[in-house]
């Protein structure tokens, strides 16, 4: 079956340091890759998608990359800032044979410090 | 894109009751989403709900634990029934909006539903 693996760890950075969070996954050939951010109490929110054949995506300090040789995903959030800070959480999307839903990482925890 | 209202936003039950959680979106959706999220686990799909049929669970989730109504296009009901303290978790619901272009499936989510089931 499908797996999606996200570090468990929280990752803790530097103010102004560039965050790296990864997104590996197996036994699947998503047609596309989303990132979403969570915050305590809230539902996550969408922030990027990238295409299976895309391999590089990026919106304003945020920058995506997708490599499907590697089944991995990552995802970087340049310049942080604390308000970076939240559970990260990587979804894929449906492989080009159909399953019309988002498979869903259990999120990566970063908290940036001033 | 859409704006999801969900509640009960938080709730304490008792073993053996039953709970209904109610999602009201702002706007017209065909296909509502809910969602389960356990401690430290990823989001799990329960179930698609589809205005004016039954709706669509998905391996490992049944009907008659995890009852949805969808009387019409903004609106879904999820019911746990019977709760044990394993159902502890919080429930999302959700709708695609579909803005990833070629169908692709973004999602947006209400704030969730945090129940403890004592």
């Known amino acids: 079956s499908q797996k999606i693996e996200q570090n468990s760890e929280a990752l803790n950075i530097q103010e102004g340091k560039t965050a790296t969070l990864t997104c590996n996954y197996t036994n699947y050939s998503p047609a596309y890759l989303q990132w979403y951010r969570q915050d305590p109490g809230r539902g996550p929110v969408f922030l990027l998608l990238i295409r299976e054949n895309e391999k590089e995506k990026r919106k304003e300090r945020l920058k995506v990359t997708f490599d499907t040789t590697l089944k991995q995903s990552l995802f970087h959030i340049t310049a942080s800032q604390p308000a970076d800070s939240a559970t990260y959480l990587c979804?894929?999307?449906?492989?080009?044979?159909?399953?019309?839903?988002?498979?869903f990482g259990a999120g990566t925890r970063l908290a940036v410090h001033p | 894109s859409a704006v999801i209202s969900q509640k009960p936003s938080r709730d304490i039950c008792q073993r053996g009751t039953s709970l209904t959680i109610q999602c009201q979106v702002d706007s017209q959706v065909t296909m509502m989403f809910w969602y389960r999220q356990q401690p430290g686990q990823s989001l799990t799909l329960i179930a698609t709900a589809n205005q004016g049929s039954e709706a669509t669970y998905e391996s490992g989730f049944v009907i008659d634990k995890f009852p949805i109504s969808r009387p019409n296009l903004t609106f879904s009901t999820l019911t746990v029934s019977n709760m044990s303290p394993e159902d502890s978790s919080i429930y999302l619901c959700?709708?695609?909006?579909?803005?990833?272009?070629?169908?692709?499936?973004?999602?947006?989510f209400g704030a969730g539903s945090r129940l403890t089931v004592l």
């Open positions: 959700s709708v695609g909006t579909g803005t990833g272009g070629s169908g692709a499936n973004v999602l947006t």
């Open positions: 979804a894929l999307g449906p492989s080009r044979w159909g399953y019309n839903k988002l498979i």
